[in-house]
């Protein structure tokens, strides 16, 4: 990389400032941050910028010719321990990872296709995803932390507001009630974490197309913890045939059967996980100091559906 490269951070990963404090400072610090990384790699700059919600990722040329993408993400709990999970999976199910630097969240990845599920009939979309989770399942890594740990906390936050959330006293009840039961035992799977279709994404390995996970948020739990996100995603395309309901329950047995997971089990986590969502949401305008916007409740709305249908 020469030292002419300017860094600018994309305009849609920019607008994540006014998250607080933690955003601001290290999108004031990623231009130099991603410049020292470039160079101390030895890594040259092949193409625009990305971004995902919290991490900015590179096309990159390693100083052996060969093509990578560059990946700093925010320092969050989230992201401390996502070189681990990558390096147990080694390429299994997950793209590969050739080099990290976690002091500074910084990663070196296989460059894979900028193709993921968002396009793919849903039921195949889950039954892909369903693949991978028999993938990336492997036993946990002894530093990673617990999910259970963080779901009882987040019920706790729930259970505070209980008068006050805008979701029905029933429904989030028996979210703690069952948050309580299957948090009772620690889980013993890495997790990814945030698997959706845009976190799948098109690679090549040995002349052979395959599907492959990215960006995890790994700890250690429970298998059936992993749902919820793909009922979430692509929601608008729900109701375009048959009903909203129809479309949730088809991607819930998919997922469910190819995965081979236990029925009741994987219901009671997308209960828990929507409500929690649907909470953060809540949370997220009352740390503001304002009455939620319309994309917050639209997002409230959606969560309930979600948890609602899988139990109708």
Not at 96 to 109: E, T
Request: hydrophobic share 40%; charged share 30%.
């Amino acid at each position: 990389m020469t030292s002419e490269t300017r860094i600018e951070v994309p305009p849609g990963l920019e607008t994540q400032r006014h998250l607080g404090t933690e955003w601001a400072d290290w999108l004031d610090q990623l231009p130099a941050l991603t410049s020292e990384v470039l160079a101390d790699w030895q890594l040259d700059l092949e193409g625009p910028l990305w971004h995902g919600f919290c991490s900015l990722t590179a096309p990159v040329r390693t100083a052996d010719g060969s093509t990578a993408v560059l990946k700093i993400g925010l320092p969050d709990a989230e992201s401390e321990h996502e070189h681990l999970a990558l390096q147990r999976w080694q390429g299994r199910g997950a793209a590969r990872l050739k080099r990290a630097d976690p002091s500074r969240r910084s990663l070196l990845l296989e460059r894979l296709e900028r193709i993921d599920l968002t396009d793919q009939w849903d039921e195949e979309a889950c039954a892909i995803v369903a693949g991978l989770y028999r993938q990336l399942h492997l036993p946990a890594l002894p530093q990673l932390r617990d999910q259970a740990a963080y779901v009882r906390g987040w019920a706790d936050d729930l259970r505070l507001d209980l008068a006050t959330v805008p979701i029905p006293r029933r429904m989030a009840e028996q979210a703690l009630a069952l948050a309580a039961e299957l948090t009772a035992e620690p889980g013993t799977a890495l997790l990814h974490g945030d698997l959706h279709y845009a976190n799948v994404l098109r690679g090549e390995r040995d002349g052979h197309a395959q599907w492959l996970a990215i960006d995890p948020k790994p700890t250690a739990g429970d298998p059936h913890y992993e749902l919820e996100p793909m009922l979430r995603d692509r929601f608008e395309e729900y109701g375009v045939v048959g009903t909203v309901r129809d479309g949730i329950r088809r991607r819930f047995h998919t997922l469910v059967d190819v995965a081979e997971f236990d029925e009741d089990r994987a219901r009671g986590w997308v209960v828990v996980r929507s409500v929690l969502n649907a909470h953060w949401a809540y949370q997220d305008a009352v740390r503001a100091q304002r009455a939620p916007t319309a994309e917050e409740r639209e997002h409230i709305t959606r969560c309930i559906t979600v948890a609602k249908a899988v139990q109708d």
